[in-house]
C-alpha cells in the first residue's frame, strides 16, 4: 500500500511541475489563466495584439477587458438583470450575446440610416438614439457600449435615455474616457452638414466597414454633461482585475440613475 501511495505522490508532483513550467510560459508570453464573467467559465486570455482595451482576449468566447468589465458591473449592482426589461443600442460581441441569451426582456437596436425608425431589419429594430420611437419609461436598463463618443447631438442621447427610463432605472455604459482633461469636441451638424474641427478619426462600426466617426473625447466633465442633459446621476466604476481579464486602458464603467 505504502508504494502505491509514494507512486500516486510521484505521479501528482510531475504533473504539478508540468502544470507550473505551462503557467510560467504563459505568464511569460502575456497569458493569464482566469475566469471569464462573460463564460462564467475557466479560461485563458491573451494578447492579440498590443492595444489591450481590444485585443486581451479571452480564448472561450473572445471578449474583451471593457466588455467583462461591463458585464461584472452589471452582475454586481444589478443581479436580478435577467428579469429585466433592457434596451441595448448598437449591441456587438460575446457581451451583447449572453445578454440576448439570458435576459428574456432584452431588445437589441441598431441604427440603420435607410430604415424608418421603429421598423427592423434581420430581426433587429432600427434606433436612432436622439429620437428614439420608444413609449415613456420602457425600460429598466439601457445599455451603451462605446457609443457616445459617436453621436453628433449626445445632449439629446442622454435625454431620451432618460426619457425611456423607468423611475429607479439606469444607463450603463462604457465610452473611452479622458479624465484628465476637459471634453473636447472633435466635430459637429452645421447646417445639416458634419465639420470637422479636428482631423476625421474613425472606431469600429459592427454594421458598416466605414467604422464610426469619433464625434466627442469626453473628458472630466462628462458626469455633469449627463446631469445637466438628463438629469441622471452617474458613478464611475474602475475595475481592475487580471484574473477575471479586466485590464486596460479605457476600461471605467458609468452607471447613469434615473430618480425615483
Known amino acids: 500500500m505504502g508504494s ?5 505522490a510521484r505521479a501528482f508532483s510531475r504533473r504539478a511541475r508540468n502544470l507550473g513550467t505551462v503557467a510560467r510560459h504563459a505568464v511569460q508570453r502575456g497569458m493569464v489563466w482566469g475566469w471569464c464573467p462573460i463564460c462564467a467559465r475557466r479560461t ?6 498590443p ?3 481590444d485585443q486581451f482576449r479571452c480564448a472561450r468566447c473572445l471578449s474583451i477587458p471593457r466588455w467583462r468589465a461591463l458585464v461584472r458591473v452589471l452582475e454586481t449592482h ?4 435577467r428579469q429585466l426589461a433592457i434596451h441595448e443600442s448598437s449591441p456587438g460581441g ?3 450575446a449572453k445578454l440576448a441569451r439570458e435576459c428574456r426582456g432584452y431588445m437589441p437596436t441598431h441604427y440603420f440610416p435607410d430604415v424608418s425608425p421603429g421598423q427592423s431589419r434581420n430581426a433587429v429594430r432600427c434606433e436612432n438614439l436622439e429620437a428614439q ?3 415613456d419609461e420602457q425600460f429598466d436598463l439601457v445599455i451603451t457600449q462605446d457609443v ?3 453621436l453628433l447631438n449626445p445632449r439629446l442621447g442622454f435625454a431620451e435615455i432618460a426619457r425611456t427610463l423607468r423611475p429607479g432605472g439606469a444607463h450603463l455604459f462604457t465610452v473611452p474616457w479622458y479624465w484628465w482633461k476637459p471634453t473636447l469636441t472633435r466635430a459637429k451638424l452645421r447646417d445639416s452638414q458634419v465639420v470637422h474641427l479636428e482631423p476625421p478619426e474613425y472606431h469600429g462600426n459592427p454594421i458598416s466597414a466605414d467604422g464610426s466617426l469619433v464625434v466627442t473625447e469626453w473628458g472630466w466633465d462628462l458626469c455633469d454633461f449627463i446631469y445637466r442633459s438628463a438629469g441622471l446621476t452617474t458613478t464611475v466604476i474602475l475595475i481592475v482585475d487580471r484574473r477575471q481579464g479586466i ?8 452607471i447613469s440613475r434615473k430618480p425615483r
Open 133 to 135: 420611437t420608444f413609449a
Open 51 to 53: 492595444w489591450p482595451r
Open 78 to 81: 444589478f443581479p436580478g438583470w
Open 148 to 150: 457616445f463618443e459617436h
Open 247 to 254: 485590464e486596460a486602458e479605457f476600461n471605467e464603467v458609468f
Open 4 to 8: 502505491v501511495t509514494a507512486a500516486w
Open 94 to 96: 460575446s457581451g451583447s
Open 44 to 49: 485563458l486570455f491573451y494578447h492579440q495584439g
